[in-house]
């Protein structure tokens, strides 16, 4: 191929045969999975396109409170817990669940077909530039050379063809799997319009039948209309069959293919303007961002050089080059590459799923092939949706988590509502799954298990990442306009929401530690009756950072008084007998030993309450706490142990845990594997991270936790390779964040330091503490200015 190797590239030598073999390309608005070869299938989504309507949120909530939930039938779950009746608890409660939220869907298939197209001797068959973002690949067509390039940019799948001879034959067609509603093929463009469903149910929902209903006559008031225009420039001739295009003899060929939904407008806020845009207008903006693409060769120019300068890792030295997936990474004998890739590969598919202005990246970021898509490909935000941005602020890239605000706002708009009417608290509350139109009830319909589906903390712990882009971005306009309202709401529902028991101090009823249960006395699995850990570490910090905020902005407020009364009844994480963190107020005995989820361990990470040199007794019983657990489970639960595993200083514990997750998984990657993590997932052959099936949480994750392992930036530090894993003695990193919108070039060399820079490239001057192996240093960073640490910086504290 004729591109050249000064860019990390990761190599196929075969097109895909299946959807987890194919490559992902996407701008937080539109996705495709590149196939290759041949046929040339791109398998589209588009944000966008969820089953469901702007009101699905509000008319469940007036159903479940006609159905008798509300505050007073709060107060009796309160009561039957209080006499230790957890069974009636538990039969009032599920009363207070929705239906569930709605499902992320497939949207359209684009194939550009070379008949009699063979792979190139001697040349991998594709090639995903991951620092600029495109697929490139080389076909041999009779006697022609034929290189196609595809990628995504400003909301339009761009494929560009060029052959050394003229092209018998490309066909062009567009097929979807929801409903086609028309199809218009002419003059070198075809249009597809399509109706998208206005429910969607998730498949552990059997009941619900049809699983994806569309709008009819007698209940039209959403259309929900999505259309998708393709345009084509060649120099050969172009004509329409049996409603596809047909190309003869070019030997140039530009294809664009754009989107337009009703959604659309709507998540861009535009008033009412969803309720009566036509579908002329979506149609026309669709095919108006495809003649553009064309018009202007949008296929020539580098989607790279529109996104911020990303953190760059090279663990082991090497980088640059073209890698071959199955041998170098996959199979490869290589750890620091391995790492590298995974860390590069994370924030290629974070900054490809997740754009500003677009929806935030859900449980497999962008790309869904499946009109029945695990856990509705939905956002699980007790731990999935969070651990998608964890990267964003250390790999340099914070404002691709835009999204996630956008979302949180769409979510505290019905969590109001659900707080005031269901619970009778200020504020908004989220519970554990959401959508595009920003669900905030309980799910379930009934009968789900209160272990997952009841649980009022999932509002409190997206703030927690808002905070983190306020830190990582140093943004006070930011702060004030749109993330402080939102915790502030946050944080006035979780003041209702706590109780003061006996002793004095705060507690919670009803809590649950997510998905997680522990038995009772007689053996019983039980999720009710105890206050979790988790619920009071997220409250304490989002209080704290709420103070941190009215001082930042200098605001006064009523509810400081509030908050600085909540927190002196918070009591600390407890300690089991065994030294053991608990996992709720009570020692009991585990259900699940092995349970997947870190719950107890937020205080430690992302959050930082606990800290080896904070509060040495609860790092000790944190590492304790994770000895029991055992190794990972699945793509996202190996991602948080690694990273509490840094924040622990246990490099080579966590390095251990790496090399786990990044193994192939050689199971059937489409079977639903038992959540309990006996069938660890690993990489697929396109590295996507499975549990199984693909969720894109784990492969969001691993950068996250390998940047931890090199930089630090919390309690006011900047730790310099903190938890350095033996295994990777040499390396470089330039560009990593540290929070106060700070960046960090980082190089070593037998596992010590050699140099580190740290840069200011924002905002005021201002001081900040280094620490390196047990030593700190004090250093003025003027605004614009950087400071350069050249050998091991074994220097006493001093200020400037």
């Not at 191929?1 to 000064?6: A, F, N």
């Not at 009819?216 to 050969?236: I, M, N």
């Not at 199984?692 to 090199?710: R, V």
Request: with cysteine; charged share 25%.
């Amino acid at each position: 191929m004729t591109i050249s190797t000064d860019t990390l590239q990761l190599a196929w030598r075969r097109p895909a045969a299946q959807w987890e073999e194919a490559i992902p390309i996407g701008d937080g608005s539109l996705g495709a999975m590149v196939f290759g070869g041949s046929e040339g299938r791109y398998q589209v989504n588009d944000a966008t396109v969820w089953s469901g309507t702007p009101e699905t949120a509000a008319d469940e909530l007036r159903r479940v409170l006609a159905g008798g939930a509300g505050p007073e039938r709060l107060n009796e779950v309160r009561e039957a817990l209080a006499t230790g009746d957890l069974d009636r608890a538990e039969e009032l409660l599920l009363t207070f669940e929705g239906r569930y939220s709605q499902e992320f869907l497939p949207f359209v298939d684009l194939t550009v077909g070379l008949p009699g197209a063979t792979p190139v001797d001697g040349e991998p068959a594709r090639v995903l530039d991951l620092d600029r973002g495109i697929v490139e690949e080389a076909l041999q067509v009779g006697g022609a050379r034929v290189e196609r390039v595809s990628r995504i940019a400003s909301r339009t799948l761009l494929v560009s063809l060029r052959s050394s001879e003229p092209l018998p034959e490309v066909r062009i067609s567009l097929r979807t799997p929801l409903r086609e509603l028309a199809r218009t093929s002419a003059d070198g463009m075809l249009t597809l319009d399509l109706a998208v469903p206005i429910d969607g149910a998730p498949l552990h929902e059997q009941s619900v039948v049809p699983p994806l209903r569309y709008t009819e006559q007698d209940d039209a008031d959403y259309d929900g209309f999505a259309t998708a225009t393709l345009a084509v420039r060649s120099d050969g001739t172009t004509e329409s069959a049996d409603g596809d295009l047909i190309v003869r003899h070019a030997r140039r060929l530009s294809i664009a293919l754009s989107s337009s939904t009703r959604a659309e407008s709507w998540w861009a806020g535009a008033d009412d303007e969803w309720r009566t845009v036509s579908r002329e207008t979506i149609r026309d903006r669709a095919g108006a961002r495809a003649l553009s693409a064309i018009a202007e060769d949008a296929g020539a120019q580098d989607d790279a050089s529109r996104r911020p300068a990303p953190a760059r890792f090279a663990i082991g030295g090497r980088r640059e080059g073209r890698w071959d997936v199955e041998a170098d990474i996959l199979r490869g004998a290589d750890d620091g590459l391995r790492a590298t890739v995974a860390a590069e590969y994370g924030r290629y598919l974070l900054t490809s799923s997740s754009r500003p202005g677009g929806p935030a990246a859900n449980l497999q970021g962008i790309w869904n092939g499946e009109l029945r898509p695990a856990w509705s490909s939905n956002y699980t935000i007790n731990i999935n949706t969070e651990m998608n941005y964890w990267a964003a602020g250390p790999l340099g890239v914070i404002d691709h988590a835009e999204p996630l605000i956008s979302l949180v706002g769409r979510l505290a708009a019905n969590g109001r509502d659900v707080a005031r009417e269901l619970y009778g608290c200020r504020g908004w509350v989220a519970h554990h799954n959401s959508d595009l139109w920003g669900w905030a009830l309980p799910v379930g319909m009934g009968h789900g298990a209160p272990s997952w589906a009841i649980w009022m903390m999932g509002g409190v712990w997206l703030t927690h990442s808002l905070w983190d882009h306020y830190e990582f971005s140093a943004d006070d306009a930011l702060l004030r306009d749109r993330i402080w309202p939102l915790l502030r709401g946050a944080a006035e529902f979780c003041l209702d929401w706590l109780q003061v028991g006996p002793d004095g101090r705060a507690c919670l009823a009803p809590s649950t530690s997510p998905e997680n249960s522990y038995r009772d006395a007689d053996g019983n699995p039980r999720s009710l009756g105890l206050t979790a850990t988790m619920d009071l570490e997220l409250i304490r910090s989002l209080f704290q950072r709420c103070l941190d905020t009215l001082d930042v902005l200098g605001e006064g407020d009523p509810l400081r008084r509030e908050l600085e009364a909540a927190l002196a009844v918070i009591p600390e994480p407890p300690i089991g007998s065994d030294g053991r963190l608990q996992e709720w107020s009570e020692e009991v005995a585990d259900h699940e030993p092995g349970h997947r989820h870190m719950s107890p361990m937020v205080g430690l990470y992302p959050l930082d309450l606990i800290t080896p040199e904070g509060t040495p007794e609860l790092a000790d019983a944190a590492r304790r706490f994770l000895d029991a657990r055992g190794p990972g489970a699945m793509g996202w639960s190996w991602a948080w142990k690694i990273a509490l595993r840094a924040r622990l200083g246990d490099g080579d514990a966590a390095h251990e845990l790496l090399q786990q997750a990044l193994t192939p998984y050689d199971g059937d990657a489409r079977r639903h594997g038992p959540v309990d993590g006996s069938e660890w997932g690993g990489l697929l052959p396109n590295l996507f991270s499975t549990h199984p099936p693909f969720q894109i949480d784990g492969n969001l994750g691993f950068p996250a936790a390998i940047a931890e392992l090199l930089l630090q930036s919390h309690g006011g530090v900047i730790h310099l390779l903190p938890a350095l894993p033996a295994a990777w003695p040499d390396g470089w990193v330039q560009g990593l964040g540290a929070r106060g919108a700070l960046r960090v070039d980082l190089e070593w060399a037998g596992g010590r330091l050699t140099t580190a820079v740290i840069r200011n490239p924002h905002g005021a001057p201002r001081t900040v503490r280094l620490r390196y192996d047990g030593t700190d240093v004090v250093v003025r960073l003027e605004a614009g200015g950087e400071h350069v640490l050249q050998g091991e910086p074994r220097l006493p504290v001093s200020t400037p």
